[in-house]
Structures are given as structure tokens and as C-alpha cells.
């Protein structure tokens, strides 16, 4: 994290850089959160589409308060957000850690792949020779497909070898104790249960508009973060300006910092400076405020939510080992 805050803001005076973001237009300020939220919003319903196999009557709320919890704990601690979100969501519908974590694991893998469409996307339409200004993105692309092939591999192995893998357990570890060997065979049944819970074409096709519409949310925020600080007056800016930062942007949340600090500054206002000839000032601005806005918005949303419904966190904890108990 510390290098890539070193890159970003390396040779750029930061007292400008903070006082070019405390002049930001207060209404498009309120205009990037609200987007924010609308991302959020449009993800949380989307890991309904994706749990309508597993449970149907999922609650709403309850998915965009674990998504939002697990969004504040990613700003702490990278990664560790996913479980988080999971085992909330776990807790609060009575079902199993480990079918939920699955389902966010196939989350990521669609994220990942709407990902690579947005930078292929970016990089036809776009005048400007991406490639040559960032030629590590085809790379990345690259990695990123092999990633989900090799995902889609490894459940389908996990699939086809599951009666031996669970007999290979049973006899291994039954040895041992009968208990944990139960206990890894229902985690593991949990897991693919999740990976594969989305089921049915409607389900599959919402899913896609939906992940579709996410991308479009946020490379709209993204361009909507160029007013915040009146980067319009500077040059003529458009819709496919803030399509592009938002994709190479949004490879940096594949590295694992806190709330992607770091990672997204260099890699955002790389993009501004050297595709769009954005001034360093102007861009680290860009890249802090837009960073500094999603950072508190979602650390905030956390702790709102937490101090709200935590206090029943205990309650359904007991339910959910109950229910455990009498499946296993």
C-alpha cells in the first residue's frame, strides 16, 4: 500500500492536492455518493438472483447490510470483507458459511469477467492508444481470463471427482475423528453448493443485465467525479473518459490493500495523466477525493449498520448453530 500511495502521490505538491479536493461542487460531491450507493444497491439485489436456488425469500435488507459491512471491513483489513459479508448474511438467513462464501467466490468470478469486457470495451472505442500508454493492461486481461477458466476448471473437477474426494476425506480424516471428517464433508458439499447456485435462465439472464448495469453505474461515477472538481473546465471530457479510468482504475481492487488504497490512486490518476494529459496535480486531486468519498462513505455504512443490527448478531449466531447440528 505504501508503495503504491509512494508512486501516486511521488513529486506532487499534497497541500494543493488537498486544497483542490476541499473546493470540490458541493451538489456533484452528493450526486458521486448517491451513485455510490446505487452500485451498491444494484450489487445487493443482484446476490439475490444468485441465492434464488439456495433460498428463494432472501431479504433485501439483509444482503445490502452484509455487503455493506463487508465493504467497511475491506477498508480495514483486504479481503477479509467477502467472508464477512458471508458470514453475516449467514447469520441473519440461517444458512451455512460455507454455501454463502460460495456465492460470493462466483460473485467475484462474474465481477472479474465484466471487468475484462469493460477494458476491451475501453480499449476499442477509445482514440487514444491505451496499449501503448499501459502496456501491462493486455497482460492483466490476460491473467484475469486465465483466473476464471482455471475457477471454472477446479469446480468442475471438484464436481466430477466429488464422491472420491468426500470418500478420500471420510476414510482420512474419519480415522482420526468422525466429527471433523463430517464437518469438512458438509463445508465442502456448502461450497459447490454455493458455486453453483445460479440456476435457471431468468436468473442467469437478470444476473448478466444486472452486472451489466453495475458497470455502466460506475464508469458513470466515475465521470461524474471529473465535475466534483471542475476538470471540464480544464479539457472537454465524456462518458468514455470516465469508462476508461473506471476500468484500468478498477483493476487496483484485484490488489489486495485496504479498501484498494494505493492501488487505485496510481492507477487512476496514471490514467488521467498520461492518456487524457491531465496535469499530476489535478489527477492525484481526482484520485484522492473520489478514493477519500467511496473510503468513509463505506467505512461509515458499516458501522451505521453494525451498531443498528448487531445486537442481534448473537440471537441468529444460535439459531445458525442449531440448524447446523440437526443437518450434520
Known sequence: MAVFLYIAFYDVDFLKVLEISSQANLFWVIVFILLNF????????????????????????????????????????????EVARAIFLARWEGLSRSSMFGTVILE??????????????????????????????????????????????????????????????????????????????YIFKMLIEGLLSLK???????????????????????????????????????FLMGWVVMSISALGVIIPTPGSTGSYHTLAKSSL?????????????????THIISYFFMIASAVIIYLLFGRNINKVRNDVNIQTKEKL
Open 38 to 81: 446505487l452500485g451498491h444497491a444494484v450489487r445487493a439485489y443482484r446476490w439475490k438472483f444468485i441465492l434464488s436456488s439456495v433460498k428463494p425469500n432472501t431479504k433485501y435488507k439483509n444482503l445490502l447490510n452484509s455487503l455493506l459491512i463487508g465493504y467497511g471491513v475491506n477498508c480495514v483489513t483486504p479481503k477479509l470483507g
Open 108 to 185: 467475484r468470478v462474474i465481477d472479474v469477467f465484466f471487468l475484462i469486457i469493460s477494458v476491451l470495451i475501453g480499449i476499442y472505442l477509445s482514440t487514444e492508444n491505451i496499449q501503448k500508454e499501459f502496456p501491462w493492461l493486455m497482460n492483466a486481461v490476460y491473467f484475469s481470463g486465465l483466473a476464471i477458466i482455471l475457477m471454472i476448471l477446479l469446480v468442475a473437477l471438484a464436481l466430477y471427482f466429488k464422491n472420491a474426494f468426500l470418500t478420500i476425506i471420510e476414510k482420512t480424516l474419519g480415522k482420526f475423528s468422525a466429527t471433523l471428517s463430517n464437518n469438512l464433508i
Open 200 to 238: 435457471g435462465w431468468k436468473n442467469q439472464l437478470i444476473t448478466f443485465v444486472l452486472s451489466s448495469f453495475i458497470i455502466v453505474i460506475y464508469a458513470i461515477t466515475s465521470y461524474v467525479g471529473m465535475f466534483m472538481l471542475g476538470m471540464n473546465k480544464i479539457q472537454n471530457i465524456n
Open 273 to 289: 495523466v498520461f492518456i487524457y494529459g491531465f496535469d499530476e496535480t489535478i489527477s492525484a486531486a481526482y484520485a484522492f477525493l
